[in-house]
């Protein structure tokens, strides 16, 4: 089973597939970032 995350990704489709995962993968290492911050 899907989780919805991953639904509602598959569902989104953005004029530039690249563009968004670099800013994807850009948002999830802020956020790791941060929460290995938060743990330090």
Known sequence: ?????????LGFRPANPV???????V????RENQFNGRAN
């Open 27 to 30: 948002l999830a290492g802020l």
């Open 19 to 25: 563009n968004f995962d670099i800013k994807g993968n």
């Open 1 to 9: 089973k899907r989780s919805d995350a991953e639904q509602i990704s």
